[in-house]
């Protein structure tokens, strides 16, 4: 199977960050990819660390918020990165 690969109009899921208070948990929020920020260099290291860095829409429950340069954990899925949405 290939692995996918961003494009502009798909939608992932953004890992909040949750507050420094705890009030506010890390959660998985919808997004949308806005833009696919080019890899640097001819790919080769690119490619080993996953899928460039992308642009989001994120959309929350409150409201909507734009996040640049945002990289891919599909693994820890740590606050403040995305990843492919689980199948269900």
Same mark, same amino acid.
């Not at 009030?23 to 997004?31: D, K, N, Q, T, V």
């Not at 990819?33 to 640097?40: C, L, Q």
């Not at 990289?71 to 606050?79: F, L, N, P, V």
């Given at each position: =199977?290939?692995?996918?690969? %961003? +494009?502009?109009?798909?939608?992932?899921?953004?890992?909040?960050? *949750? +507050?420094?208070? /705890?009030?506010?948990?890390?959660?998985?929020?919808?997004?949308?990819?806005?833009?696919?920020?080019?890899?640097?260099?001819?790919?080769? #290291?690119?490619? =080993?660390? *996953?899928?460039? %860095?992308? +642009? #989001?829409?994120? #959309?929350? %429950?409150?409201? =909507?918020?734009?996040?640049? /340069?945002?990289?891919?954990? $599909?693994?820890?899925?740590? /606050?403040?990165?995305?990843?492919? %949405? $689980?199948?269900?």
């Amino acid at each position: =199977m290939t692995e996918q690969q %961003p +494009s502009v109009g798909r939608t992932v899921h953004y890992v909040s960050r *949750g +507050s420094a208070d /705890g009030a506010y948990a890390s959660e998985c929020r919808a997004a949308i990819i806005t833009a696919v920020e080019p890899s640097e260099g001819d790919g080769s #290291l690119a490619n =080993m660390r *996953g899928p460039e %860095p992308v +642009s #989001l829409a994120v #959309l929350n %429950p409150e409201g =909507m918020f734009f996040k640049q /340069g945002c990289r891919h954990s $599909e693994g820890a899925q740590t /606050g403040g990165t995305w990843h492919w %949405p $689980e199948r269900v």
